[in-house]
């Protein structure tokens, strides 16, 4: 079994975008904190960036585990912490502190809903990160590793038209799946081992066989996002793959669907021991 040590080899990993099917990378975290491995690096995308910071930050995958199922797992939870970010005065609401019609402040949502030991900066990771966001008039993917940690995992997870854009360095930014739903290829020269997590899926209803209903209107947004983001992950496979590609069950679970957070664990529990089967060959091949 590999395991960190002198003469282990250095494993990067890039966890990748799906909404709420991304809580299945706390099974990857686990994973490699039972086999006491530190990434050298992280790269996240959407929700990757977010369980990515989380790990870079020094929280354990039974923390994560934890503190997730506390919180959007529990309905009570979250209902108590959504009443938290309504405006509080007529000003606040008039400015759009916490939404904008149709469209939330997902900053907000985050410090609301993310552990307090989160830093407000990337100079506080434990790990280097690299989060992934598009600018939206620059019409290309950025990689963010310095600076407020909270707008950078905002703009990496501003899904278009749920969530609101956000400013990062006088740019508007959302959601990074849009350019680079599982960015790995950020990863190659800092590692032995690149790993790359994807948890897009498949769009919510789809058929199994030939009875096709047509999806709802929030179905076809979502389900054209994850159709968009599977091509540019087999467009890039076709370059270059990473030496690790995990794709965890996760079923017809929608983008939004975090309450349904101990489900997504249950259906996607297989891939801890599928991670460390592919570690332990691709050390052995490397070796």
């Given at each position: 079994m590999i395991t960190q040590g002198t003469s282990a080899p250095r494993v990067a990993i890039a966890f990748g975008g799906g909404g709420a099917?991304?809580?299945?990378?706390?099974?990857?975290?686990?994973?490699?904190?039972?086999?006491?491995?530190?990434?050298?690096?992280?790269?996240?995308?959407?929700?990757?960036?977010?369980?990515?910071?989380?790990?870079?930050?020094?929280?354990?995958?039974?923390?994560?585990?934890?503190f997730t199922l506390k919180t959007v797992g529990d309905p009570r939870a979250v209902m108590n912490r959504i009443w938290s970010l309504r405006p509080t005065t007529l000003q606040e609401f008039v400015s759009g502190g916490g939404f904008r019609v149709g469209q939330y402040n997902l900053e907000r949502i985050l410090k609301a809903f993310l552990p307090e030991s989160l830093p407000e900066d990337f100079s506080g990771l434990n790990i280097p990160l690299g989060v992934i966001a598009t600018d939206y008039y620059g019409e290309r993917e950025v990689l963010i590793e310095q600076g407020a940690l909270y707008p950078a995992m905002a703009a990496s997870a501003a899904i278009p038209a749920v969530f609101m854009p956000v400013m990062?360095?006088?740019?508007?930014?959302?959601?990074?799946?849009?350019?680079?739903?599982?960015?790995?290829?950020?990863?190659?020269?800092?590692?032995?081992?690149?790993?790359?997590?994807?948890?897009?899926?498949?769009?919510?209803?789809?058929?199994?066989?030939?009875?096709?209903?047509?999806?709802?209107?929030?179905?076809?947004?979502?389900?054209?996002?994850?159709?968009?983001?599977?091509?540019?992950?087999?467009?890039?496979?076709?370059?270059?793959?990473?030496?690790?590609?995990?794709?965890?069950?996760?079923g017809k679970i929608a983008v939004l669907d975090f309450m349904k957070a101990a489900d997504i664990l249950a259906m996607s529990a297989d891939i801890k021991d599928e991670l460390k089967r592919s570690l332990d060959a691709a050390n052995t091949f490397r070796a």
């Open positions: 099917r991304g809580l299945a990378h706390i099974h990857i975290i686990e994973a490699l904190d039972e086999l006491g491995i530190r990434p050298v690096r992280i790269t996240g995308s959407s929700i990757g960036a977010i369980m990515g910071a989380g790990m870079a930050a020094g929280l354990s995958g039974a923390e994560i585990r934890d990062v360095e006088g740019r508007v930014m959302v959601d990074g799946g849009i350019y680079n739903p599982v960015p790995f290829d950020y990863l190659f020269d800092d590692a032995d081992i690149v790993i790359g997590v994807d948890v897009v899926g498949a769009p919510v209803g789809a058929p199994v066989g030939e009875d096709q209903q047509i999806p709802r209107r929030i179905e076809s947004l979502f389900g054209a996002s994850q159709l968009m983001m599977q091509s540019i992950i087999a467009a890039k496979l076709k370059i270059r793959k990473p030496d690790i590609l995990l794709r965890p069950n996760v």
